[in-house]
């Protein structure tokens, strides 16, 4: 099976409200993605993500962190991104994939902005042709400012979605957006112009060039796939509580069950009995 590793000629670049995130960033974990058929267009379905159990996500230059809540977050709690005070701060969540530029679609996710400037939806994508250089990597960035919202605070979650009929801006001048990060065009005109262009991550980036920003994400979507970031995994059915199960698992406010009868109980009664604890 053909393998592509990821820090393959790709290097560091500097975007225009954010520093776009490097595949090479993703290199230096030891990231190796082999190639595969990509989801597919009529697949929908939900990915519980908790830091046991990453699914796969990774960070590239800072990681975001789990938390309970806010209020409206998809389950107990979501991700938290957050720069310091200084220029250089980001933080960031990828999903490796390869998926044809061509076949995204149903891109999406939820944002509650507390400060400074949201959170991005990225894609990360190999086979463009560039025309300030011969990598065909960079990175393609949607932003809330430059489809109807504002920078600063939201009022609570958003739900941004259908993400690829928005405007979009690449990190690096290439057909399709030949002003490069100065440019805003329509993911359209970027896949007519590139069309073996795939796409190797998508995810969530805050920085850097934003200091004090801060935003909270939760159900990151690629075409139709969805992901739930949790702070820990909720039991959800009676087998998760069987052979030492319910050790992993706690019930929706974060508490731990104390043996196995417990937690089938919280299970059985849709949760209305919480788990009492050890």
């Not at 393998?3 to 290097?11: D, P």
């Not at 220029?87 to 044809?100: H, L």
């Amino acid at each position: 099976m053909l393998a592509y590793n990821i820090r393959t000629g790709v290097k560091k670049i500097k975007t225009k409200t954010a520093m776009t995130i490097s595949a090479a960033g993703l290199g230096t974990i030891g990231l190796v993605m082999a190639v595969a058929m990509p989801l597919s267009a009529k697949a929908a379905s939900m990915v519980v993500v908790t830091p046991t159990n990453t699914q796969g996500w990774v960070t590239q230059d800072g990681a975001p962190s789990y938390v309970i809540g806010p209020a409206g977050a998809d389950g107990a709690g979501s991700l938290k991104f957050a720069t310091d005070s200084t220029s250089s701060s980001k933080e960031n969540y990828f999903q490796p994939t390869n998926t044809p530029l061509a076949g995204v679609n149903r891109l999406g996710y939820m944002v509650d902005v507390t400060s400074g400037v949201p959170a991005s939806y990225q894609l990360q994508v190999l086979g463009v042709h560039r025309t300030d250089s011969t990598s065909t990597f960079t990175s393609l960035v949607w932003e809330p400012v430059y489809n109807g919202q504002v920078n600063g605070p939201n009022g609570g979650f958003v739900t941004e979605s259908n993400l690829e009929n928005g405007i979009w801006w690449s990190s690096h001048p290439i057909d399709g957006d030949p002003l490069g990060n100065n440019g805003f065009v329509s993911l359209s005109q970027i896949i007519e112009a590139n069309p073996g262009a795939q796409v190797v991550a998508f995810g969530i980036n805050v920085g850097s060039g934003t200091p004090d920003a801060t935003s909270y994400v939760d159900d990151v979507t690629f075409n139709g796939t969805t992901y739930n970031f949790e702070p820990f995994a909720v039991a959800t059915d009676k087998d998760q509580c069987k052979q030492g199960g319910w050790q992993s698992y706690k019930d929706a406010s974060g508490q731990s069950f104390k043996n196995q009868g417990d937690c089938v109980s919280y299970v059985a009664t849709g949760g209305r009995n919480m788990a009492a604890g050890h």
